[in-house]
């Protein structure tokens, strides 16, 4: 019988695969020396990390990455059945993400919200080239934590800034975190328009997002 370091890098490992039924044959395995919470936190998700890092050394590529994050869920799956009750509708937090208005680049922004998502939280993707007022009324649906603004041109960086101001016209800004990112976008940029980070690729943001939310 495998030990239980081994399970766990034994489902990090079919993760960083991309290969979902590796997954599912890892998941199986594990459930017979591990707690469902364990595996999905220190098995799946450890492996979505790492190849959130893969992709950003570019030894990974966006397809990979996407097969990976299905691989998860359907591990995750597996699990539903035996977690505590209530135990997979905790999420870390709510996050509502997108491109901002002008900007059509959404291949940055879907793998931010596919590292999120695989991180436990609840994303709202609501897309590229979305209005600001989108952005806001989004968050108030869904009474979001948390709002991720990408923006991949100088000339719709505005945009990000225009959010905040809107936040604070609707009386929001104090319990919604903003979160700015982007080619053009900078720590110097998120703080002149007042936004809680910048993260400057997936992995960075959902260790901000978990600093900002759960002060971890």
Known sequence: MASKE????????AIISCKKDRVI?????AKEVMEPAEIIDKG????MNQVGTLFERGKLFLPHVMMAADAMTAGVKILEADLPAGAEAKKLGVIVNGTVEGDVHDIGKSIVSTMLQSAGFEVHD??????IKNF???????????IGLSALMTTTMQGQREVIELLKEEGMRERVKVMVGGAPATQA???KIGADCYAENASEAVAKAKELLLGK
Request: charged share 30%.
């Open 6 to 13: 081994e399970m766990i890098q034994e489902l990090s490992d």
């Open 25 to 29: 044959a890892a998941v199986e395995k």
């Open 44 to 47: 799946l998700a450890a492996g």
């Open 126 to 131: 609501i897309g590229r080239d979305v209005p």
């Open 136 to 146: 806001v009324e989004k968050a108030k649906e869904v009474n979001a934590n948390m």
């Open 189 to 191: 940029w998120a703080d």
